[in-house]
């Protein structure tokens, strides 16, 4: 009886916990060339961070760094707006994390792997593919570089994400290869209903 007890008790506070639920209304860009980079040591660096394992600052460095080897007028842009909506438990460790975009990006694959990382400063989920890996929605496209990062800092109560898609044919064909970068912040709040 006593452990019956114990269970409805632990059952009932696992049920009415107060978990934080957040909203971040972002807005920014969403940009997609089809040009190739040279031959240089921009690509070579591009090499180098497709091979790291982890993300590093001097491989987000190089990476940067490829992208300005693109004219401004290489990359198509557009205006996108993006809704995060994170719960997250009463020890700060994620529950969930979803997002809706508009205009939805086509390159995105929601089945793409993730991790989730935590910080006296917030909360970043990084939703990554490896070198190689087929694109699920497209099958005639392997994955170059895939990394789309959420994150919220608790004392700003700002949101914002960061997502660079870079694509290759099969055929490795010129100038047929799209690279695709997001970038969007905003505020964030408590979620609540409004109506």
Not at 2 to 27: H, P, Q, T, V, W
Not at 182 to 188: D, N, P
Request: charged content about 25%; glycine content about 4%.
């Amino acid at each position: 009886m006593r452990l019956i007890l114990i269970l409805g008790i632990l059952f009932s506070n696992y049920m009415f916990a107060d978990n934080k639920k957040i909203i971040c209304e972002l807005s920014g860009s969403y940009s997609i060339t089809y040009k190739d980079i040279k031959k240089t040591y921009l690509s070579e660096g591009i090499e180098f961070f497709k091979n790291l394992a982890q993300q590093t600052q001097q491989s987000l460095f190089l990476l940067q760094r490829a992208k300005t080897s693109f004219a401004q007028e290489d990359w198509q842009k557009d205006n996108i707006y993006i809704v995060q909506y994170w719960e997250i438990d009463d020890q700060d460790n994620l529950v969930s994390m979803k997002h809706t975009f508009e205009p939805s990006p086509i390159w995105l694959n929601p089945q793409a792997s993730w991790s989730a990382e935590k910080s006296d400063l917030g909360m970043s989920v990084f939703h990554t593919m490896q070198n190689g890996e087929i694109h699920p929605m497209f099958k005639n496209y392997n994955v170059d570089i895939y990394r789309v990062t959420n994150s919220f800092n608790w004392y700003t109560g700002k949101g914002k994400l960061e997502g660079d898609i870079w694509l290759k044919t099969e055929t490795n064909s010129k100038n047929k290869n799209p690279k695709v970068e997001i970038r969007a912040k905003g505020s964030c709040e408590a979620q609540k209903r409004k109506f």
